[in-house]
């Protein structure tokens, strides 16, 4: 079975950090691209960052630069995201996701995995 994996959400104060792990399973790792979303209630679910596992191209949203940091354990099939400098702003539930082209898209996504909360705290 496919399955994608997100742990690591928690309560922090604003300033803070934490670190996301999406560990998969049941698919080709080095084929894909693995990406996070974040959603909070009432808005659509945005594409943060995505690294392509095959040549290790990263991306990220301008809101996000400079303090997150997208990498992953291809021994492991997991993929972290290190946030840093949170924000209150940066609350919601994230997922993370694999699709084959490195896309933030939501529709674009093959396999998701459940959601993890983060709640950054002013």
């Known amino acids: 079975d496919v399955q994608l994996q997100a742990s690591g959400g928690g309560l922090v104060q604003a300033g803070g950090f934490l670190r996301l792990s999406c560990t998969a399973s049941g698919f080709n790792f080095d084929e894909y691209a693995i990406g996070w979303f974040r959603q909070v209630p009432g808005k659509e679910r945005e594409g943060i960052s995505s690294i392509t596992i095959g040549d290790g191209t990263k991306y990220y949203i301008d809101s996000v630069k400079g303090r997150f940091t997208i990498s992953s354990d291809n021994a492991k099939n997991t993929v972290y995201l290190q946030m840093n400098s949170l924000k209150p702003e940066d609350t919601a539930v994230y997922y993370c996701?694999?699709?084959?082209?490195?896309?933030?898209?939501?529709?674009?996504?093959?396999?998701w995995g459940q959601g993890t909360l983060v709640t950054v705290s002013s």
């Open positions: 996701a694999a699709d084959k082209y490195g896309s933030t898209r939501s529709g674009d996504q093959d396999h």
